[in-house]
Structure formats: C-alpha cells, structure tokens
C-alpha cells in the first residue's frame, strides 16, 4: 500500500529521501502513522546531542497543549522524530529554530518594544 495516496509522490519522495523512507520501511510505519517520536526531551534539556546525531530538521511542528504547553516535533533527514515537551510559545520558537539551524537562538532585537512611543510620526500633504 502506498504511504501517500498517490504513487508519484511517494515515487518522488523516496528519491529524495532515502534514508527517512528506509527507516520507515523498516519500522513498518508511514508518516501519517501516528505521532510517535522516536526519542524526548524536556524543555531547557540540551537538544545538542540530538542535533549531533540525526542532524537538523527538514520539517518541525509546534503543538499546544491544553494546559497552555506547547511541544516541538521535529523531523530529521534520516528519519528520526523528536519531541521535546514544556515549552512556552517563546522557547518552543526557539527551540523549532535551532532544529533547522543548528544553532541557539537568542533573544531578538527586533521584537517590538513593550512601550508605545510617546508620539508616532505623521504623514502631512
């Protein structure tokens, strides 16, 4: 049976994913089979180790919880599916960040400021 529904898609993914395909056959998974990750983390946890080992993400995923949480699937080349559980929406945007970089991510200067200015400039004709 195919994993994606139409045959030239699968076609076109196994060429340029050999390696996610090959462990998913072994497993005898498809993608759309459940999202069961391979390996978890906690938030604050390195995430190093994982990167070192399956290298970065080619696809990452940010699910909230019901209780406000949110947690990070990311996808890796070889196949490999991590989650990382317990972040909040800023950290778990770093850390879906760093997955596809490779590295840490710190706090922006181009976030807005938390205070309006005092006056805005205007536009006169």
């Known amino acids: 049976m195919a994993k994606f529904g139409n045959m030239e898609m699968e076609g076109a993914y196994k060429r340029s994913h050999p390696g996610a395909m090959r462990k998913m056959d072994k497993m005898g998974i498809s993608k759309s089979d459940g999202e069961q990750p391979d390996s978890e983390s906690q ?16 696809e990452t995923r940010i699910e909230r919880k019901e209780d406000g949480s949110h947690t990070v699937h990311s996808h890796h080349e070889d196949g490999h599916h991590h989650a990382s559980h317990g972040h909040d929406v800023h950290s778990a945007h770093k850390h879906s960040m760093m997955a596809h970089t490779g590295e840490e991510q710190g706090d922006s200067e181009e976030r807005m400021p938390e205070e309006e200015p005092e006056s805005l400039p205007t536009m006169k004709g």
Do not use: N
Not at 43 to 58: I, L, Y
């Open 43 to 58: 938030a604050g946890e390195d995430f190093k180790p994982v990167m070192d080992e399956h290298g970065m993400a080619h």
